[in-house]
């Protein structure tokens, strides 16, 4: 069962249908409706946390939760939550300006973890105003995605099984978004990827991707 923190937000049911689709159970939970006691407690094979429009230090449990489930469980973090996993590790965080909501971007990534089998570079969809420092990024953390400015997209703790994406892979114009959660699911030792079942996924995303237009941003 995946444990997937809502954060208040409505990609939360993104997040929802996409790991169903990869036939796993999902329990979703509020940040303020349980403590991390009852977080553990629910034995989870993996956390995910959801995006939200708020920081790391309003959304409820989730610090908290990274803090004491990390090195236990298996977290992937995307957006608020990718935030979250940085400070919760002493990443310091820092405003864009000006913000970026349901952009495109191009971005360079290494190949691997959350990032296997993607091309590189791949367009993913954004939706922040913060960013991590990657000036002080803590030792602790591999930078795995990047744009084409330097900004950090994604990243990974070198010793625990903790992902974070900045971008959301929950959207339908992140066309390889199903991947990058099925690679999680393999890391968390609850799925492998299953390339048959991931190539008719990804062709229903491609084909409502292919009912919008592309518009890069930098």
Not at 41 to 61: F, R
Not at 205 to 210: E, I, Q, S, Y
Request: include cysteine; aromatic fraction near 6%; hydrophobic fraction near 40%.
């Amino acid at each position: 069962m995946i444990l997937l923190i809502d954060n208040y937000d409505s990609f939360t049911w993104n997040l929802w249908h996409f790991l169903s689709d990869l036939g796993v159970e999902v329990e979703t939970r509020r940040n303020d409706t349980l403590s991390v006691e009852d977080a553990l407690a629910m034995n989870p094979q993996a956390i995910v946390l959801s995006p939200g429009p708020c920081t790391p230090n309003e959304a409820g449990i989730c610090l908290d939760l990274v803090t004491r489930a990390a090195g236990k469980v298996p977290i992937m973090g995307v957006c608020l939550g990718f935030q979250t996993i940085g400070l919760a590790h002493g990443a310091e965080l820092k405003r864009i300006d000006p913000p970026v909501h349901g952009k495109l971007s191009m971005i360079r990534h290494d190949g691997r973890g959350l990032m296997a089998g993607c091309p590189d570079p791949v367009a993913v969809t954004r939706y922040h105003s913060l960013v991590l420092e990657r000036e002080n990024l803590p030792d602790c953390f591999t930078i795995t995605a990047e744009t084409e400015a330097g900004l950090v997209m994604g990243i990974e703790h070198k010793d625990q099984n903790l992902h974070g994406l900045l971008f959301h892979p929950e959207s339908i114009a992140t066309v390889t978004g199903y991947r990058m959660f099925a690679n999680f699911l393999s890391l968390a030792g609850i799925n492998s990827v299953d390339e048959k079942r991931l190539a008719t996924l990804e062709k229903q995303v491609l084909n409502l991707h292919d009912r919008f237009p592309d518009h890069i941003h930098a």
